[in-house]
């Protein structure tokens, strides 16, 4: 199993949850976070001498580069699912411009459905028989 982290702009929520479900996983975990990428030194210049560099940020008194709001989602998909995923969540997300967010792909151990007991794929596996069927 994979665990894959995507960092994301806050305005792309929605269609990376529409594309993870359409491909497959339905299933997911976001929080709010703040950060930035390499790119991301947004600076205001002082226009008097121009030799002052200001941070553009809600707090005057904070130097350096600004955290911008991000999200991040978390999927668990089987190892056979991970470039399927991966795929999704760049296509939802991917304008070509600094900001796009990363993914990171880390090993996932073991999962475990607490309802059922299930363990490894079967506990993150969607495909589940519709509750009340008698057999």
């Not at 996983?25 to 703040?34: E, G, I, Q, V």
């Not at 030194?41 to 005057?60: C, K, N, Q, W």
């Amino acid at each position: 199993m994979k665990e894959i982290w995507a960092v994301i702009r806050i305005d792309k929520v929605n269609q990376t949850k529409r594309a993870l479900a359409a491909a497959g996983f339905p299933s997911l975990t976001a929080r709010k976070c703040a950060g930035r990428g390499k790119g991301n030194v947004e600076y205001l210049i002082r226009p008097s001498d121009g030799a002052e560099e200001y941070e553009e940020a809600s707090h005057p008194a904070e130097k350096g580069p600004r955290l911008m709001p991000k999200r991040m989602m978390m999927v668990v998909v089987p190892d056979a699912l991970k470039d399927k995923a991966v795929d999704a969540i760049i296509h939802a997300n991917q304008t070509g411009s600094p900001g796009d967010g990363k993914i990171f792909v880390m090993p996932a151990l073991d999962a475990i459905r607490i309802r059922t007991g299930e363990t490894g794929d079967a506990a993150i596996d969607e495909h589940e028989e519709p509750r009340g069927t008698a057999l």
